[in-house]
Antibody, heavy 118, light 112 residues
Framework: EVQLVESGGGPVQPGGSLRLSCAAS????????MSWVRQAPGKGLEWVAC????????YYEDSVEGRFTISRDNAKKSLYLQVNSLRAEDAAVYYC???????????WGQGALVTVSS | DVVLTQSPLSLPVTLGQPASISCRSS???????????LNWFHQRPGQSPRRLIY???NRDSGVPDRFSGSGSGTDFTLKISRVEAEDVGIYYC?????????FGQGTRVEIK
């Protein structure tokens, strides 16, 4: 069974940082694109970033480029998102997803809530 | 960015009756490889989304055959042949042809 478990969410002050982690199991992690998608409270879905199997291709949504960094450790079957210079509009549930930019997320984690408030 | 416009935004349906959701794109979603990367997702209240359909009309594993997707170019449709109680929630279309992939604003399906 495919499982994606996020951790690292929580309250952060504007301008602050945190690191989201995603532990994957139930599939060959190194064989798949992995991505982060977010959903602001009561709002729709938004791509954040995605990374190809060996990390040779990665993409960021414009509003996060330069502030967020996606990475992966295939040996640990883990995906990460380093988020810096947080803004109020970054407050959202961040989903770790298996899937890339074209076919979209095939599997979703339960999400990690990031709140931004002073 | 490509804008996806869904209609209706709210869809009250009667159990056992059909339902249809439209998704229109601001640009053609035909990719250079000939594929059209238009996908559909369903999010039940309080749950993570789930992909139902990929590349316009391909159902994901475990998705009931009452769900079907169709369309081409810029106009796409998700149909539910007979709505069941478990089908309530928000449906999103998503295009993956142009980066960044974008989602429609969502269509809320509820039982009358």
């Amino acid at each position: 069974e495919v499982q994606l478990v996020e951790s690292g969410g929580g309250p952060v002050q504007p301008g602050g940082s945190l690191r989201l982690s995603c532990a994957a199991s139930g599939f060959t992690f190194s064989s798949y694109w992995m991505s982060w998608v977010r959903q602001a409270p009561g709002k729709g879905l938004e791509w954040v970033a995605c990374m190809k199997q060996e990390g040779t291709e990665l993409y960021y949504e414009d509003s996060v480029e330069g502030r967020f960094t996606i990475s992966r450790d295939n040996a640990k079957k883990s995906l990460y998102l380093q988020v810096n210079s947080l803004r109020a509009e970054d407050a959202a549930v961040y989903y770790c997803v298996r899937g890339g930019p074209k076919l979209g997320p095939e599997y979703w984690g339960q999400g990690a809530l990031v709140t931004v408030s002073s | 960015d490509v804008v996806l416009t869904q209609s209706p935004l709210s869809l009250p349906v009667t159990l056992g009756q059909p339902a249809s959701i439209s998704c229109r794109s601001s640009q053609s979603l035909v990719y250079s490889d000939g594929n059209t990367y238009l996908n559909w997702f369903h999010q039940r209240p309080g749950q993570s989304p789930r992909r139902l359909i990929y590349k316009v009309s391909n159902r994901d594993s475990g998705v009931p055959d009452r769900f079907s997707g169709s369309g081409s170019g810029t106009d796409f449709t998700l149909k539910i042949s007979r709505v069941e109680a478990e089908d309530v929630g928000i449906y999103y279309c998503m295009q993956g042809t142009h980066w960044p992939g974008t989602f429609g604003q969502g269509t809320r399906v509820e039982i009358k």
